[in-house]
């Protein structure tokens, strides 16, 4: 199990080792006495033996529209807007990421892109 830092009063931990892309696919969200389980696609969905699930603009969609209706209401911060500044930032280099993969035709396929293909101007690991 690997423990994931959040800020809030919930624990989060991967639940399985990393696989395709060095990521985890499978997470526990503890709140409280119940617990939530999140599997995300493992492998390309083409392949034999992947997993589905969900992906990451999946969530980052939920977070958005979460974070936008709380600035249509009485919840409405800069701390929010911020938040929803950089998620909306963050799906779009996502979208850039599929255009890319689409464009090389390996949308779909467990084929890695190189990074200064899809975003030059961002490291691949923060340093």
């Not at 830092?5 to 892309?21: C, H, L, Q």
């Not at 969900?54 to 600035?71: G, K, N, T, Y």
């Not at 799906?91 to 467990?110: F, I, N, Q």
């Amino acid at each position: 199990m690997h423990a994931i830092a959040t800020v809030s009063m919930n624990t989060v931990a991967a639940i399985d080792e990393p696989g395709p892309g060095n990521m985890h696919h499978a997470f526990e969200i503890q709140h409280g006495a119940s617990s939530t389980k999140l599997q995300f696609q493992k492998g390309a969905r083409a392949d034999a033996g992947s997993t589905p699930g969900v992906m990451m603009d999946d969530l980052l969609a939920i977070v958005q529209d979460c974070l936008s209706r709380a600035q249509e209401g009485p919840f409405n911060c800069t701390d929010n807007a911020q938040a929803l500044l950089h998620v909306k930032g963050a799906r779009m280099y996502l979208a850039r990421r599929v255009a890319a993969r689409m464009a090389a035709g390996v949308l779909g396929k467990s084929v890695p892109l190189e990074s200064a293909e899809v975003a030059p101007e961002f490291p691949t690991r923060p340093e």
